[in-house]
């Protein structure tokens, strides 16, 4: 059985860090492209950034490019997600997604239609900027 369970997400002051995990089970991070998403009440759900299985290649929507930083532990099969600089755009629940089609979690780094799709989600972990 395939799981995927996010964790790191709180409260944190605009221009501060928190850096989010996603560990995988029941597949590894190494044969399966991974990817972050999110959505914030009200609206769809975007992509955020994602990494092929082979870890050469780490792509980001242009919203965040500059600010996050995906990267991955096979020892721990797990992947995270460095947040910097957060501003008020960047709240919502965050979520990890596994693919073994990179280019269905790339496509949706710059449009959110179609709507994201992948082989197996998350439950999310909430981002909230405030104070």
């Known amino acids: 059985q395939v799981q995927l369970v996010e964790s790191g997400g709180g409260l944190v002051q605009p221009g501060g860090s928190l850096r989010l995990s996603c560990a995988v089970f029941g597949l590894r991070v190494d044969s399966y492209a991974i990817g972050w998403f999110r959505q914030a009440p009200g609206k769809q759900r975007e992509g955020v950034s994602c990494i092929n299985s082979s870890a050469n290649d780490t792509y980001y929507s242009e919203s965040v490019e500059g600010r996050f930083t995906i990267s991955r532990d096979i020892a721990k099969n797990t992947v995270y997600l460095q947040m910097n600089s957060l501003n008020p755009e960047d709240p919502a629940v965050y979520y990890c997604?596994?693919?073994?089609?990179?280019?269905?979690?790339?496509?949706?780094?710059?449009?959110?239609?179609?709507?994201?799709?992948?082989?197996?989600w998350g439950q999310g972990t909430q981002v909230t900027v405030s104070g």
């Open positions: 997604a596994a693919d073994k089609r990179l280019a269905r979690l790339f496509r949706s780094l710059h449009s959110v239609q179609p709507p994201p799709r992948a082989e197996y």
